[in-house]
């Protein structure tokens, strides 16, 4: 169980469009999701934190413009770059908590590895 | 706010040889601490965690990690290295400040000399 699932799992885009990569948590229910960003060889970083049904927190630095978050169910959020840059070339990893009270363990999806030419 | 460092950013060891990942966090309430596991071009598989409950958590593939509060520390060990434990290693803090956040290390690259 405690299943999260990523699509795409790599995507190449050209620079000024925009992707949509979804983050779905298979067999259990999530209020609360996750985004990170890797860079290559380096340590996850958290973008921001989206509760299904409201408006996601962004961490600092991360522009709510550009990355837009949508959490419209209990399974699935979706993270939007719009008008991609080479520099948002990046592996995405989203992360979904298991709504249980009390408890705090969240599943991670495989990645997303986007590439902007 | 809460904060990671994993000391070491690259450990070699010879297959065989004790694990000793180091682990020190900073938190202002009690933290969930985890230690998760990454092979290239994948997501995170979770290692094992502290919740408060024992200090000594035994977790997957051999691995288990001590939380000592006085020191601020939660070292993953694992007696014995095979190769398939090379991987990239990310110690994890989490606390619950109306909401849940996770923290990352920035995560050690485990070496296994065959």
């Known amino acids: 169980g405690a299943v999260v699932s990523q699509h795409p799992s790599r995507v190449i885009c050209k620079s000024g469009t925009s992707v949509k990569i979804e983050c779905r948590s298979l067999?259990?229910?999530?209020?609360?999701m996750f985004w990170y960003r890797q860079f290559p060889k380096q340590s996850l970083m958290l973008m921001a934190t989206s509760n299904e049904g409201s408006k996601a927190t962004y961490e600092q630095g991360v522009e709510k413009d550009k990355f837009l978050i949508n959490h419209a169910s209990l399974t699935l959020s979706t993270l939007t770059v719009t008008s991609a840059h080479p520099e948002d070339s990046s592996f995405y990893i989203c992360?979904?908590?298991?709504?249980?009270?009390?408890?705090?363990?969240?599943?991670f999806g495989p990645g997303t590895r986007l590439t902007v030419t | 706010a809460q904060s990671v460092t994993q000391l070491g950013s690259h450990v070699s060891v010879s297959e065989g040889a004790l694990v000793l990942l180091r682990c020190n966090y900073s938190?202002?309430?009690?933290?969930?601490l985890f230690w998760y596991v990454q092979y290239p071009n994948q997501g995170l598989q979770l290692l094992l965690k502290?919740?408060?409950?024992?200090?000594l958590v035994k977790g997957i593939n051999g691995f288990e990690a001590e939380f000592k509060k006085s020191e601020t520390s939660f070292h993953l060990t694992k007696p014995s290295a095979h190769m398939s434990d090379a991987a990239e290693y990310f110690c994890a803090v989490s606390v619950n400040t109306g909401g849940f956040k996770t923290i990352f290390g920035a995560g050690t690259r485990l070496f296994v000399k065959a």
């Open positions: 502290y919740t408060s409950a024992a200090t």
């Open positions: 938190s202002s309430v009690p933290p969930y």
């Open positions: 067999d259990f229910q999530a209020t609360t």
């Open positions: 992360s979904a908590r298991h709504n249980r009270q009390g408890f705090n363990e969240q599943y």
